[in-house]
């Protein structure tokens, strides 16, 4: 079946695509990647409105988008500052022009109908001391088993129907994460979780609003997810094109 990528980003019924917490995310996911971050050419693959592209155009100045929805192309690209390079295709039939460093693939491959045949794909274009960041939504998020333990989704990785409509096509647990880019050939540099979630989006978004929790309290969770990556919000894996050893499988 055909799939409508600019339809897919609607918000729906069931829940909104994004949430301003999505947003406060990306600020945390940065400080667990910079460190790590090579110079040089950069991929962003998926880009929604732009926001976590604002943040990478702040690390590099040659900086490639390859976006599924012309839409999202559209306000992503009215959204930057600088010369960033926007291309309106699917990830399966892009071909770069010259290798790239950095490659970032955020909240993105949980949408992907065959996510190891893309990454295979992705490792081809990487330098050979390139690195892929890949960070996604977690099936074992606190808020998510909160959400079983209510009846509200029958299991934890579960893809819901507000998620479906979204494009979701599986919700990773870590253990899988690292084992879809493992089978695509990568080695797994760093890997863990991404703020302690302990509430779900809409939830953080009325809280934060209220002044119930404020950024304290996500400090206090991010250093807490350090501690206990299986209950985050995302979960993450930093990737070497390298071969995976037998420690990492």
Known sequence: MTRDLNQEFADNEHRRYAYNFDYRMHAFMMRRFEASLPRGRAVELGC????????????????????????????????VNGPVRFVHSRF????????????????????LD??????????????????????????HAASRQIAVGMGLIPYASAVTEGERLHGHRRTYSLDVLKHDVVQAGFGVEDCGGILFKPLANFQFDRCLADGIVDDRFLEGCFELGKIY????????VVCSPGAATMEQI
């Open 48 to 79: 929604y409105h732009g926001d976590f592209t604002l943040r990478l155009e702040a690390f590099y100045a040659d900086l490639t988008v390859v976006e599924g929805a012309s839409d999202l192309v559209e306000i992503a690209r009215a959204r």
């Open 114 to 139: 065959d996510p190891v045949s893309v990454l295979r794909g992705i490792r081809s274009w990487l330098t050979p001391n390139g690195r892929l960041y890949v960070a996604v939504p977690n099936a």
């Open 229 to 236: 990556p299986d209950l985050c919000a995302s979960i993450f």
């Open 92 to 111: 399966e039939d892009f071909t770069p022009d010259a290798p790239f460093d950095a490659a970032f693939l955020i909240h993105t491959l949980e949408h």
